[in-house]
């Protein structure tokens, strides 16, 4: 196998997520293998000092940022650039700079965005497709999808508008990776080549095999969000699970933490155990 010198380039949100996480054993994991990394990354607690127009000019093409990629690009000659996340800083300007070097562009697709403005397909806990294959995405910004604003939203449709119209992820990507054959398809309808898509699922490394026998607890981990289906599961316990005296563990933070602490108290459910942000030893 030979070992490549691997740009990976990714925007962190202002709220921690599993993107972050697969960014952090993605490219520890390539390291493991011998290949040289070189990690470029944002960070979007940055918006906080920018005003709107700056921000939302810099969502559809960010040529700051361009300039530093280009800088990393002449000093570290890497093989390839593997981009994670562009949003919202980064932008798509981006992967012309890795073109314009000769270099092969990887995308992989943790989330729906390049198709859906909330990046979720997802509305008032239904899913939803009305962007899908829209050149224009007008649905999300009617309905508000992004942060319930429409100008927001109307700055993320902008940006996709603009690079279909363009032909940037046609053109400028060459490999996009989707995380299972359900989003591949969902992302051919929304225009992306079919050809260009290939499946690789998320992994953890190092693989702890499988586990035989009967387990101590049930376990939810991730991010508290409603598309998680966390509301669900607690439903499942309050109705059923937790009378039988099943531990229910979850670890994880986000915006409906403070809706599962209520609902646990609410419905007195003994077996919950609420772990919060937790850390995971090597």
């Given amino acids: 196998m030979s070992l490549e010198r691997i740009l990976c380039v990714h925007n962190h949100y202002q709220q921690p997520g599993g993107e972050d996480q697969v960014f952090a054993a993605e490219t520890r994991l390539l390291e493991a293998y011998g290949h040289h990394v070189i990690r470029f990354t944002a960070h979007n607690d940055a918006i906080e000092q920018m005003g709107k127009l700056e921000l939302a000019a810099a969502t559809v093409w960010n040529r700051t940022i361009q300039e530093e990629l280009r800088e990393v690009i002449r000093r570290e000659r890497p093989d390839l650039v593997h981009f994670h996340n562009t949003f919202i800083l980064i ?9 314009a070097a000769g270099l092969p562009v990887v995308q992989t697709l ?10 979720l397909l997802l509305r008032d806990q239904h899913l939803c497709s009305d962007c899908v294959g829209k050149r224009v995405p007008w649905p999300g910004v009617l309905h508000a999808c992004y942060h319930n604003s429409r100008p927001q939203t109307a700055a993320i449709a902008a940006m996709l508008a603009l690079h279909r119209l363009r032909g940037t992820y046609q053109q400028q990507v060459d490999v996009f990776i989707a995380l299972s054959a359900f989003s591949r398809q969902q992302f051919i309808a929304g225009g ?15 693989d702890p095999g499988p586990r035989t026998g ?16 966390l509301s669900t599961m607690l439903e499942a316990w309050a109705l ?3 009378a039988l ?4 563990k979850i670890a994880g933070d986000g915006p409906l933490m ?6 646990v108290q609410a419905h007195g459910l003994r077996h919950v155990d609420i ?6 030893m090597k």
């Fill in 192 to 206: 992306l080549p079919a050809e260009k898509i290939v499946v690789k699922p998320n992994f953890l490394h190092p």
């Fill in 258 to 263: 403070p809706d599962v602490q209520q609902m």
């Fill in 214 to 229: 009967i387990g101590d607890y049930a376990l939810f981990m991730g991010r508290l969000s409603p598309e998680k289906g």
């Fill in 91 to 99: 932008s798509p300007a981006a992967y012309y700079t890795a073109q």
């Fill in 275 to 280: 772990l919060g942000r937790v850390r995971i």
């Fill in 245 to 248: 005296g099943i531990p229910l």
């Fill in 110 to 119: 943790h989330n729906y965005r390049l198709i859906c403005p909330d990046a």
């Fill in 240 to 242: 059923r699970l937790d």
